[in-house]
C-alpha cells in the first residue's frame, strides 16, 4: 500500500486553522457561560422584587358538642369520638 504525504505549507495550514476555530469554540463556550450565569443572576434579581403574601380566610360552622378542630393549614382534626358513651 502506498503512503500519501501532503507538502508541510498545507499541514501547517490546516494546523493553523484548526488552531483559529478551536480559539473561537473556546472563547463561544465561555460566553455562553458568561450568559448563562448572568441570566440565571438577572432572573433572581427580577424575582426577589415581589414579596409572597399568602392570605387565608376559614369560615366554619361550630357547634357546641363537636370535637372538630380546624388547625389553620387547611386539613381538619376530628378529635376523639364522643359517642361511644364513654
Do not use: H
Amino acid at each position: 500500500m502506498e503512503e500519501k504525504t501532503i507538502p508541510y505549507y498545507a499541514y501547517d495550514a490546516i494546523t493553523i486553522l484548526y488552531n483559529k476555530t478551536i480559539r473561537r469554540l473556546w472563547i463561544l463556550c465561555i460566553i455562553l457561560a458568561v450568559f448563562l450565569v448572568g441570566s440565571n443572576v438577572g432572573w433572581l434579581i427580577y424575582e426577589s422584587q415581589y414579596e409572597d403574601v399568602v392570605k387565608i380566610e376559614q369560615e366554619a360552622e361550630w357547634e357546641e358538642d363537636s370535637n372538630v378542630i380546624f388547625n389553620g393549614t387547611g386539613s381538619v382534626n376530628y378529635g376523639e369520638s364522643k359517642a361511644d358513651g364513654n
